[in-house]
């Protein structure tokens, strides 16, 4: 038996307290799954707390930017086709409604 083991043990609980509060509290917990614990830890102190600089930084703006471009999307689709030649294809594909249906042989997201 190792004399480090309460300590591990408190860092474990103190580790989980802080993934806790964060599921509790934040709406991005879905995206880092509680996030990093060491920045907790160097930011606030403690393991056992939830938003830091770090999260607001790389994870919370970053889905917000992702999430507003995604929302974007359609009417950016619709101009750039608005642009195009009488008669041509979008480059990825055409737009039915607002649903971006693909050219033969491109695939969004599937692996061969």
Known sequence: MTTDAPLLARMKADIDAGIALCRDTCEYFSVCGGGEPVNKLFENGSFATAETTYCRMTKMRVTDLVLDRLEQM????ESREAT???GS???VGKTVGHELVAEEGIHFGERE
């Open 74 to 77: 359609p009417d950016i689709i």
């Open 84 to 86: 195009l030649p009488s």
């Open 89 to 91: 294809a979008s480059p």
